[in-house]
């Protein structure tokens, strides 16, 4: 189990923050839908989910070419209810507003 330490320390970093929060909305998605949304290389993408998968605040899929990731489902209730609390008062706050916009344009359009 992750503790409260490395959990904030890992929200520190903004994609970090906006990847995560993309994933409190959806079950899951792909590394090219990040790509997308979050105008990044696929290279930055990948790093910074090294350090969410690591601290165990994601899991990941790979399905064909491309790698899925989704909120660990083993995260503690405690980690959960901090995680939905944070995510939930950046609905209104940019850049996360323009993120979701881009991901419902984006989910419309289809990926992968």
Avoid at 51 to 69: I, K, S, T
Wanted: charged fraction near 25%; proline fraction near 4%.
């Amino acid at each position: 189990m992750i503790n409260p330490t490395d959990f904030f320390k890992t929200l520190s970093d903004a994609t970090r923050l906006r990847c995560l929060f993309l994933l409190s909305r959806c079950e899951s998605l792909c590394v090219c839908d990040f790509m997308e949304i979050l105008t990044a290389p696929q290279s930055r993408i990948s790093r910074h989910f090294k350090y969410l998968r690591d601290a165990g605040l994601v899991v990941d899929e790979r399905r064909d070419q491309w790698v899925h990731y989704r909120i660990n489902p083993d995260l503690g209730p405690e980690l959960q209810q901090m995680l939905a609390a944070n995510m939930s008062h950046l609905d209104e706050q940019q850049p996360f507003v323009e993120d979701l916009q881009r991901l419902k344009v984006y989910q419309e359009k289809g990926c992968c």
